[in-house]
């Protein structure tokens, strides 16, 4: 068996439970890209400060590119008994290289190590999730523009409440996307200091740069507290939280295209190559990808409360619990990055049926909230004119009509200064061109949004 790395002061050997219950190789090799690149720039770092001869860095230097090499070509082989990736990799450098690589870890521990790894790790996967985004904005916005001049009913309370054009709604979900990629910025500059130099908790007496380290790793500046640098999982817990608001977003429209593509609705059908049958139904055609995008909002948040939970009890510095902070971590980028993908190729795939979304616009009395505007005109107080449109729709319901075909006669026996013109207001068609206030669901207003999003996320 080999003496561990850190065995100096060791007579036994680890039992093979613990052993495997401690490891955490056979996910954090996901880290192996960081690791290298903190490897190297502390490696420069400690030749440039002479605490390592330039012949040494050279060897060093050489070696990581081997190691990475072997990783990518498959040749590696992780150990589950050399622990996590950060043994791993040092391990098989010392194999390969010999004495020059035993100087590697010099004013380093694996707990400023990890934190750092985790650190770049995020970065990037944040500046993914912020492309996929944006990728899902694009389609968005090229969906809305398939889509032009097409009337929707909006719902509040799932109920019917006034007429929507197709456009303002798919532009609603755009603009959630930018907060989430605005709330990803935010958390990427927050995280974007170096733990590395911090050693294990309290520094080192050895003359590091942490300056030059922080710099070759694009790293604003070192973080100014080691004890803080080695203990805090703030920025898990940030990004997790960013990408729970973006599941929860996910999910929202997964659930409206869900309801709009059943019998019931029948307002879009997705094309065969993004939906699935039935094991026993044979005529089902389900919208399964949307389902599972709802679906997994659930783990996302479910990461989140894990890290959350993992960091409450912790006194400081560094504890082991935080090596738990691994799997959540992976598990909501990997799951936000695809329920993205999947939205947006789903939204590629459907097709919004305008004649049934058309025949079923005249239920539900969608104007009568401009109904109450037109009284508004008049010089009717709106708290009057809504009792007013109120009972007009009452009459409506009674007679099993629309408020657009009841008579002048009718409509004046309820209100008095109801003239001809009303019917410029009423019906679907006529409510959705009085829409004028900014950010309204009026044409103009949602011609210049549409232009905005085109322009802002280059659509030509
Ligand atoms: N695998 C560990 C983690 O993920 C690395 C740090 C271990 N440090 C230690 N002193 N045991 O947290």
Redo the contacts with the bound molecule.
Sequence with gaps: KEVKLWGGRFKETMTPAVEKFSE?VSF?KKLYKDDLAGSRAHASMLSKQGLISEHDLEVILQGIDEIERQIEAGNFMWRADR??V?MNIEAALIDLVGESAKKLHTAR???DQ?VTDVRLWCRRSIDQIINNIIELQVTLVNLAANNKGLVVPGYTHLQRAQPLLLQHLLLAYVEQLERDAGRLNDCRARLNYSPLGSCALAGTGLPIDRFATAKALGFIAPLRNSVDAVSDRDFLIELLSANSIIAVHLSRIAEEWVLWASEEFGFLTPNDAVSSGSSIMPQKKNPDPMELVRGKSARVIGDLTTILVLCKGLPQA?N?D??ED?EPLFDSVETVLASLKVTGEFAKNITFNKERIASSLPAGHLDATTMADYLVYKGVPFRTSHDIVGKAVALAISRKTELSKLSLQELQSICSVVDDDVYSFLGTANAINRFQSYGSTGEAQVASQMQYWSEKLNIH
Excluded: F
Aim: aromatic letters at 8%; proline letters at 0%; a neutral charge.
């Design positions: 955490s954090d622990e996590d950060h521990s694996r707990n990890v560094y082991r935080l090596q691994k």
